[in-house]
C-alpha cells in the first residue's frame, strides 16, 4: 500500500510505501536544514571573532596618507579602525592619562615609549621620513632660502611663518632659531594651532610662509611647496608606529602595521610626502 503526503509549495508530493521512507526523507530534510543553520551562525561567529576594533593614536602629520589607506585595510581584513588624530604631544598626553589604545604612529621616534614600556619592542615599525622645508601661499613670491644666511635673512624679513607648533617640525624649528641667534625677532611672528593649522594658514595668506614638513601641506589648496631648507640645517624625521604593551587587540594591531609596509601603503605614504626607509 502507498501513503501519498503533501510536499511544499511548488514541490511535488512525496510518495513512499507504509510511510516510513517519508519520515526517513523529512528527517534527512531537518538534519540538513539545522546543519546549514548550523554552519551559518558558526561561521558567523568566526567572522565576529577574527574582526577586531582597533584603536590608533596617529599623528596628524599622517593623516591624509592613513585615511587613504585605513579603508583599505578595513576591506582586506574585515578590522574596523578607530582612529584619534593629533599632535604628538597630545597623543603621549593621552597614553601617559591612561586612555586605551592598540596602534600609536608619530612623526617621531617610538623609542622612547618603548623605554617607558609603553609600546612592544617588536613591534616597532618604520613608516618613512621626511625633511622640514618651506611652504608658501600659491602664486606668492618666491623667498630665497638657499644657504643658511639667506634662510636667516628669510625669517627676519618674514611679518608672520606658519610651524606646526608642538608638531615635530615646528619644535626642532625653534632649535634652529636658536642656532641661527634670532629667537627673539622671530619666535613672535610664529603662529601655530591644532594638527592641520599651519598648511590652512598659508592657504588662507595669513602668513608669509610655513617652515614646516611636507606632509602636512602636500595637497593641500592654495599652497605651494618650495623644497628642503638647507643640508646644514636639515632634519629628517622618522615616522614610526608600534603596539600598545596593553592593547586589547595586539594581534590585529600587528596586522595593521605589516600592512602598512606592504608596497601599496608605502606608495600612499610617499604620494602624501613621505620617503620609504627601508628596501620596499
Known amino acids: 500500500m502507498q501513503a501519498v503526503y503533501p510536499a511544499e509549495a511548488g514541490a511535488p508530493a512525496l510518495t513512499t510505501a507504509a510511510g516510513g521512507r517519508t519520515e526517513r526523507v523529512i528527517s534527512m530534510r531537518l538534519s540538513a536544514f539545522f546543519a546549514v543553520v548550523s554552519l551559518t551562525i558558526l561561521s558567523m561567529a568566526t567572522d565576529a571573532a577574527r574582526a ?5 593614536f596617529c599623528t596628524g602629520a599622517a593623516r591624509a596618507a592613513f585615511d587613504e589607506i585605513a579603508p583599505q585595510f578595513e576591506r582586506a581584513t574585515g578590522h574596523k579602525l578607530i582612529t584619534q588624530y593629533g599632535l604628538p604631544p597630545e597623543l603621549v598626553r593621552k597614553i601617559d ?14 623609542a622612547a615609549l618603548i623605554k617607558q614600556g609603553k609600546v612592544l619592542a617588536d613591534s616597532r615599525t618604520e613608516l618613512g621620513r621626511t625633511g622640514v622645508g618651506v611652504a608658501i601661499p600659491q602664486g606668492a613670491p618666491k623667498p630665497d632660502f638657499s644657504t643658511v644666511d639667506a634662510f636667516k635673512r628669510m625669517l627676519l624679513n618674514a611679518k608672520a ?8 617640525s615646528g619644535r626642532y624649528v625653534l632649535t634652529l632659531l636658536d642656532r641661527l641667534g634670532v629667537t627673539d625677532q622671530v619666535k613672535p611672528k610664529i603662529k601655530s594651532g591644532a594638527t592641520g593649522s599651519a598648511a590652512q594658514l598659508v592657504a588662507r595668506r595669513e602668513v608669509d ?15 605651494e611647496w618650495l623644497g628642503w631648507l638647507p643640508t646644514e640645517l636639515q632634519s629628517w624625521v622618522l615616522f614610526t608606529a608600534g603596539v600598545n604593551v596593553s592593547a586589547k587587540e595586539p594581534a590585529a594591531g600587528r ?4 600592512f602598512l609596509t606592504k608596497p601599496a601603503a608605502v606608495a600612499v605614504f610617499k604620494a602624501n610626502g613621505l620617503d620609504p626607509v627601508g628596501p620596499y
Open 52 to 56: 577586531a576594533d582597533i584603536r590608533v
Open 161 to 168: 611663518i606658519a610651524t606646526s607648533g608642538e608638531g615635530s
Open 255 to 258: 596586522a595593521l602595521l605589516e
Open 209 to 223: 610662509f610655513a617652515v614646516i614638513g611636507l606632509p602636512p601641506v602636500v595637497g593641500v589648496p592654495g599652497v
Open 97 to 110: 592619562a591612561g586612555e586605551p589604545f592598540d596602534v600609536i604612529i608619530l612623526s617621531y621616534d617610538v
